[in-house]
Structures are given as C-alpha cells and as structure tokens.
C-alpha cells in the first residue's frame, strides 16, 4: 500500500525574501517533525535566507500509541535497517523533488539534518540522489550497510558527523565506522564526539551543525558563540 505524502512543520526565511536555501531536518523514531522543527530559529540566526522543513516520517510508531517512524526499529539488523531506509527513501525523495522544485531551488541549495533514524534516512538518501546536497548533518545515527555505496552511490555531498559519547541507543561507535566507510568513497566528513552526552543534540552539537551547514551554503560565521547567541 503506497504510503501518503510527507507533510510537517515549516519556518519561513526570517529575511521575508524568498529561499536561497532549504534545511531540511528528519527526525528520530518515536518522534515526529514538531520536535526538531524546534532547532530552527538557530539555524535561521546564522541562515536567514532559508526555509525550514520538518516532515512527520510516514510510519505510526509501532512499539507506542504516539509518535512516528521512518520504518520499524523493533528488528535492528543491517539487513533489517537496509530494507527500512530502502522503503521510506522513495517517498522521501519525492518530498525533496517538490520542495525544492516550489522554491526553484536545486540540491546544491539544500541541507538535510537528521537525529538518529532520521540520520539514517539522510545518509541514505542524499548519497543516492543524482546531485549532490549542499550538506548532511547526521546527529546520533548510523549510515546503513556501508559495503553497498561502491554499487549504489551517486553524489557526494559534505557530512558532519556528531554524536554522544554515552549513546545507549545508538552507540557512538557507529559514527567511526561512517566516518571510514564515508572517506573511503571520496567524501568529505568532519565527526564530533561530545562527552557524557548520550542520545541526543547539546549546544556544541547544535552548534557544530549550524557552522557546517552555513559553511556548505557559503556564508560566513564567527569564530566563537553558542547556539543563541546575538549580534
């Protein structure tokens, strides 16, 4: 049964103009677009001419009566997250066609940021696209069967990798074996390992992202400052 279209959260470009950029973020298991739609009014900060999207992932969350997912995390086998990514990336991808093609924006105008299973979704989409996204910014998640990107892979945008230290949900040291996997293909990949911090985004994190993003899109930041801070 085909799934229904991808629909969430937005937030206009704080400059009023139309969107030279899209940030796109895709959230975790269990979770839903109104949770990480949150983290764009820092974004927008340091990215004013961007517009902000969190779609709700098209699944019912299927261990609790509330929530989304991307595809079912009951069965955590590369083969079982292979076939969830492979399922939900169509409809995905369709969302980004449409977008970015209402704002007359291409890939390289887009950023994708993903929390855990959203993570996932991101690394497996955009290496797969046909051009290459601005960005990929994967906070606490895995790139799914790395083996298959030398058959599979068709773009190679920048990614930043960040993660807890003390994930107990998906553990950190996933993030090295991306970063390998990632390098080896010819990508550029920056990680960044935050101590005592289990599964979820802190300021450093948060700000890490930010910089990464805005650097992928061209635009200068300072050197130092926190998520909210102001001019």
Sequence with gaps: MALPPLSGPSAGATSGKPAKQLVVFLHGVGSDGDDLIALAPYFAHWLPDADFLSPHAPQAFDMADVGRQWFSFQDRSPEAILAGTRGAAPGLNAYLDAELQARR?????????????????????????????????????????????????????????????????????????????????????????????????????????????????????????????RD
């Design 105 to 229: 924006l291409a890939d390289r105008d887009l950023a994708l940021v993903g929390f855990s299973q959203g993570t996932m979704m991101a690394l497996h989409v955009a290496l797969r696209r046909p051009a290459a996204c601005a960005a990929v910014i994967g906070y606490s998640g895995l790139l799914a069967s790395p083996d298959l990107l030398p058959v599979e892979m068709t773009a190679r945008p920048p990614v930043l990798l960040v993660h807890g230290e003390r994930d107990d949900v998906v553990p950190c040291a996933f993030m090295p074996l991306a970063e390998k996997a990632l390098s080896l293909m010819g990508v550029a990949v920056d990680s960044l390992t935050c101590p005592n911090l289990g599964h979820s985004i802190n300021d450093d994190g948060l700000m890490a992202g930010i910089r990464f993003a805005a650097r992928a899109f061209g635009i200068g930041m300072p050197l130092a400052g926190k998520p909210d801070d």
